[in-house]
């Protein structure tokens, strides 16, 4: 068998037939072909191009139109990829959201689907299920109803999760409309909506694509999450009397020295229709009901009655909500904690009373399970039911291989059992709510839960943004409204990475906070990357750090002075976690084996608990995938964020136990060290004196050559003046001195991209200036892979050269005069000269960055050659139109200004690029 090549199916490369369907083949040849006959028809009048020359131009265009789609790596035949589950809605009191009662009924829509793209072409998808790619689908389900149901009960249409937005209907009637991932939302089903029998079909529209303004959340740049679309989640009917207890809101207390509990209930009630409830179906007369309500709490385990109220009077009004306050007190109530998550009820009874009697005849009963905890911060300390309590935390994030976003409950449990039998008593949900079902678990095995909305990397500038604010408090709303009752859950975070050095970041944690306490009573964290010059984080109750640190002795220091800075709210440090080769076996010496990174863990886990923070969050128990690639990571999955303690297909690594051990206060194995030697691009070295040899053996055996070469640096105007006139210089020198160039520019290319590779802030401005995926994760092979880079990089730099002609050609236009193409190509070419000298530079460049000292001289030569190069081409462009200097700088001057500007209005337009450098240049600031 012969091995593997950089363009290899096991490297991760798909068939070139897999990518480019034959219509969009002949439709970009013949975009080729007709730019390519516009731009002949347009020089004709003014050269004296061959046939030939207009062919290969042609040929040139399509080429680059080809090289363009290839590092897309755009895959035609994917966009329909769902990753399934599929399961029915649990049932029982452990469903979490909307639990099961006797007076109600579910109708579970879990199973097959109809989706389509275009409302016509229809295929078949389990829901829940997650869509990998971004768009807007269709979704269509038929389901049926009897009559008795219909008869006698108002519907709602229950979503644990739909994203982004979506818009439903049931029968073409319209239900609502949602925006926000991943909250869970309910909405009333119109009267008439549904009909008797199996032909009801409910739609729901989906549309997940993120934008860099007004989306929530935003367009994820690195290190974010997987933007699964589609109904992600359960999705169900409830249907409930015509009289029902439709919302129940508590606020559950506990002294922590008296063990005394309080449980503050408000109830909302609903009805449809309720003067036909006081009809007597027999005698069709009126009856002389009234209507009660009446509150329970038991013991979650034993369902014993712990403390209940008595009936308490209602007046409902037909089709109006009526909000009923009701507060039951109870001794001696267990405190829940994570080492005993004790559990209570809360039971809301509806009934009718008659005259004279007591008992209560139920129309509608739901329950909520709730517990006791008292949560406070105090100075730098976490007290929990007045104990101080440090956070051994982990992140949790929602995605596997199978299912994507959509995990089955079987796995949500599995991966709570993962973070218990670690040792761990907290869980931080970051990026977004979790599914309600996983709060549900943190209730029962006891972990502290941190629930945050998804406001990740956002500047200051679009938080103040008035729309995209009430986007945020109408998530908030949901966040809360679904999860306030879970004792798990210790407090809510507005964000995370955000600029917090912006006046506009302060004013929304501000405002955030205080709408968060005005839902719930939890304390309220904001997540910085900022250690310095921080006017934010002191708007929230708690602070955590969002940064991933470089190394041990740095972050020592930073953690210190951040402590100082914030001396009286709670310091977690919440982002710490080393990429790891899962099949890497090779001792602690290799940065990217399960050794480095279990002794990472080992040394950080040490130096937090020795600086005495009040907790921290490993990042993460297990890989998960983003939208956008990095290029830290060699990996044949680009967008794979392998720093999980387990694997994405939840395999255990060293790593796993180690911090088992060091959560549970236990002796950790030494970490054996192993030897290893760091890889040398051979390739960079070849390359660069490839170039010295060419252009060398070139200029000592060619004295044509050797002349140009001479005439052109010593008497540039004679030279260029000689090649308008007499055209002077031989092609294939020409061609030989774009190939040396194109070259020596892509070593140089390749080498700094080669230096940065692990660079995450270098990371971030190659996602933002590259958007595009597949364009990003070519680069990211190219960069890894130097030989391909090398190749790939010179192909780009010779075809740059041609377009970069094809416009001093076309500007001769403006100049009005009349140039050859190749005088066009020429003068760029040996207007370029000057950069070949650079290939010793290039061949030992990424040997020389590694030395800090020499990074910004090295590139600063690279920049003055390329200013050189920009002044020579002018000069020789003035020459070869046969016009004034100052007439040839302004144009090439306008020709710039049009370029970056329309450049800068594309990105600021779709990626808010003025917004993002304030932000950088606020994180650079603060790193210095």
């Not at 500047?459 to 679904?482: C, H, K, Q, T, W």
Request: hydrophobic content about 45%.
């Amino acid at each position: 068998m012969s091995a593997a090549g950089p363009f290899s199916l096991e490297n991760g490369w798909r068939p070139i037939s897999d990518c480019f369907p034959l219509t969009d083949v002949l439709y970009l040849s013949q975009i080729g072909r007709n730019f390519g006959s516009g731009l002949s028809t347009l020089t004709s009048k003014n050269t004296q191009l061959t046939e030939q020359s207009c062919r290969l131009l042609r040929s040139v265009i399509v080429s680059f139109l080809w090289l363009f789609l290839v590092a897309l790596h755009v895959n035609l035949s994917a966009q329909d990829r769902f990753l399934e589950n599929g399961q029915p809605t649990l049932s029982g009191i452990d469903a979490g959201f909307f639990p099961d009662s006797p007076t109600r009924a579910k109708i579970d829509l879990a199973g097959e689907w109809s989706y389509s793209f275009d409302g016509e072409t229809w295929r078949s998808v389990k829901v829940p299920s997650s869509m990998d790619f971004e768009g807007k689908v269709l979704f269509r389900r038929k389901f049926s109803m009897s009559e008795a149901l219909l008869e006698k009960s108002a519907f709602k249409l229950v979503a644990f999760g739909i994203n982004n937005e979506a818009e439903i209907t049931i029968n073409d009637v319209f239900v609502g409309k949602h925006s926000g991932a991943y909250t869970s939302f309910s909405f009333d089903v119109p009267d008439g909506a549904l009909q008797l029998g199996a032909e009801n079909v409910v739609q729901v529209a989906v549309q997940n694509k993120l934008l860099g303004r007004g989306t929530l959340p935003l367009r994820k740049h690195i290190w974010g999450w997987r933007n699964y679309g589609g109904i992600t989640r359960d999705i169900f009917f409830v249907a409930t009397p015509k009289f029902w207890v439709d919302d129940v809101r508590l606020r559950p207390t506990i002294d922590a020295t008296s063990k005394q509990g309080a449980v503050d209930v408000s109830i909302t009630l609903s009805n449809r229709l309720l003067a036909g409830l006081l009809i007597d179906s027999t005698s069709k007369k009126a009856k002389s009901a009234s209507f009660a309500l009446q509150v329970s709490l038991h013991e979650k385990m034993s369902d014993a009655v712990v403390a209940q109220s008595v009936l308490v009077p209602v007046a409902p009004e037909s089709n109006k909500d009526l909000i009923q306050q009701v507060s039951l007190m109870a001794n001696s109530v267990r405190p829940w904690s994570a080492e005993n998550p004790d559990l209570y009820v809360v039971r809301v009874s509806l009934g009718a009373t008659e005259p004279r009697q007591k008992n209560l005849s139920v129309i509608d009963v739901i329950s909520v399970v709730t517990g006791f905890v008292q949560t406070t911060t105090d100075q730098q300390a976490l007290f929990v039911n007045g104990v101080k309590t440090p956070l051994k935390g982990v992140t949790w994030h929602e995605d596997h291989p199978l299912y994507g976003g959509s995990l089955t409950y079987e796995q949500m449990e599995k991966d709570v059992v993962l973070l218990k039998s670690l040792g761990a008593n907290a869980v931080r949900f970051e990026f977004h709510p979790p599914h309600p079902y996983m709060i549900n678990l943190c209730n029962r095995y006891g972990l502290y839960a941190m629930v945050e909305l998804p406001v990740v990397g956002a500047p200051g500038e679009l938080l103040a943004d008035e729309n995209f604010r009430s986007s945020i408090e109408s998530y908030a709303r949901e966040m809360v409204g679904r999860d306030r009752a879970s004792p798990s859950v210790i407090g809510w975070g507005v964000g995370s990475q955000l600029d917090v050095a912006d006046v506009r970041t302060q004013e929304f944690v501000r405002t955030m906070t205080s709408f968060l306490k005005s839902q719930d009573a939890r304390f309220v964290y904001v997540g910085t990357s900022m250690l310095m010059r921080d006017v934010a984080s002191r708007e929230a109750d708690a602070l955590i750090a969002a940064f991933y640190p470089t190394d041990l002795k740095s972050f020592r220091k930073q953690v210190q002075d951040w402590k100082k800075n914030h001396d009286r709210s709670p310091l977690v440090f919440a982002m710490y976690g080393k990429e790891v080769d899962h099949f890497n076996r090779n001792g602690r010496s290799d940065p990217m084996s399960q050794e480095a990174q279990a002794q990472f863990h080992l040394q950080y886990y040490g130096a937090i608990k020795e600086l005495g923070l009040s907790g921290s969050f490993i990042s993460a128990i297990a890989d998960w995938r983003g939208d956008r690639p990095l290029m830290g990571l060699r990996q044949p999955d680009a967008f794979l964020h392998p720093v999980g303690l387990v694997s994405y297909p939840r395999e255990k690594r060293l790593a796993y136990e180690v911090v088992r051990a060091l959560y549970n206060d236990e002796k950790v194995n030494a970490i054996p060290i192993g030897a290893y030697r760091s890889a040398f691009p051979v390739a960079h070295v070849l390359s660069g004196l490839f170039v010295i040899v060419l252009v060398g053996y070139f200029y000592g055996y060619n004295r044509r050559f050797s002349d140009a070469v001479r005439r052109s640096l010593t008497r540039s105007y004679n030279f260029f003046a000689d090649l308008r006139d007499y055209r002077t210089v031989a092609v294939m020198h020409t061609m030989l001195l774009v190939f040396s160039v194109s070259l020596t520019l892509a070593v140089i290319l390749s080498s700094v991209l080669y230096h940065f590779r692990l660079d995450r802030f270098s990371d971030f401005l190659l996602t933002f200036f590259l958007p595009w995926d597949g364009l990003k994760e070519f680069v990211i092979r190219a960069t890894w892979n130097p030989t391909l880079g090398i190749v790939s990089f010179t192909a780009m730099f010779f075809l740059l050269f041609v377009a970069v002609a094809a416009v001093i050609k076309l500007t001769s236009v403006v100049i009005r005069t009349r140039i050859h193409w190749f005088h066009a190509f020429a003068v760029l070419s040996w207007g370029a000269l000057p950069i070949v000298f650079l290939s010793p530079l290039a061949m030992s460049l990424f040997k020389i960055l590694e030395n800090q000292l020499y990074v910004i001289p090295s590139l600063v030569v690279v920049a003055f050659f390329g200013v050189w190069t920009l002044l020579r081409v002018l000069n020789g462009a003035s020459v070869v139109y046969d016009a004034r200097p100052a007439k040839t700088y302004l144009v090439g001057l306008i020709v710039v200004i049009v370029l970056c500007g329309s450049l800068y209005l594309y990105y600021d337009g779709a990626y808010a690029l003025s917004s993002y450098v304030r932000m950088i240049v606020h994180v650079l600031r603060s790193s210095a």
